[in-house]
């Protein structure tokens, strides 16, 4: 178990609404990374933190935001959502000076 | 600009068989390499990491400066092999940032 944690496992829900996903990294890690993983994308970098700062931002929609909190932990914030965003949903995580991000299980969103 | 290209999205080889997932990277210095393997949609795990030259699952991967290539390799496929694998690429520096290939499907047949 990498120690990285995420909720919901599973969620569904309509067009037009908004939801949030959230991670825990693992005990001492720093910096989180968002992922978006879909059947005819693969994996999509959205967004890092680092340390409660923004520190690069992928393929991330304006309809999508994320924050990192004091204890460390990050809410991916996805709005207005479409079809389209039906995916799984991957944070992960790593340490300040070294580069192995570790993974959480994933919330897998389901628009419908 | 930093990249990493797999150019099979999908391959499919026999039990027993030899493997050899593909990775290709662009980059001006001296990056790290890592393989990341994914089971049936569950987590992404790291396999191997270049620095660390170690087999990990019967898989070995060696940096290949000169043809700035990172392929993973693995002498006879079982069928829990079967999975999806990502190439990642770090050029260190503040962010961490991983660059990603877009994965090899890998399956194993009976």
């Known amino acids: 178990d990498s120690g990285v944690t995420q909720t919901p496992k599973h969620l569904i829900t309509a067009t037009g609404q908004r939801v949030t996903l959230r991670c825990s990294p693992r005990?001492?890690?720093?910096?989180v990374y968002w992922y978006q993983q879909s059947l005819d994308q693969g994996l999509q970098f959205l967004i890092q933190y680092y340390n409660g700062e923004e520190r690069a931002k992928g393929n991330i929609l304006e309809r999508f935001s994320a924050q990192q909190f004091p204890d460390l932990h990050s809410e991916l914030n996805l709005s207005s959502l479409e079809l389209g965003d039906s995916a799984l949903y991957f944070c992960a995580s790593s340490k300040s000076t070294r580069n192995e991000q570790f993974f959480g299980p994933g919330t897998r969103l389901t628009v419908l | 600009a930093q990249r990493v290209t797999q150019p099979e999205k999908l391959l499919s080889v026999f039990k027993g068989a030899p493997v050899e997932l593909k990775c290709n990277y662009s980059?001006?210095?001296?990056?790290?390499l890592f393989w990341y393997v994914q089971y049936s949609r569950q987590r992404l795990q790291l396999l191997l990491r270049?620095?660390?030259?170690?087999s990990i699952k019967g898989f070995t991967a060696d940096l290949n400066k000169g043809e700035t290539s990172f392929h993973l390799k693995k002498p006879f496929a079982q069928e829990e092999d079967s999975a999806m694998y990502y190439c990642?690429?770090?050029?260190?520096?503040?962010?961490?940032?991983?660059?990603w290939g877009a994965g090899t499907k890998l399956i194993i047949k009976p």
């Open positions: 005990s001492g890690d720093l910096s």
């Open positions: 270049h620095i660390s030259r170690e």
């Open positions: 990642a690429l770090s050029g260190g520096g503040s962010n961490y940032q991983l660059i």
């Open positions: 980059y001006s210095g001296s990056p790290e």
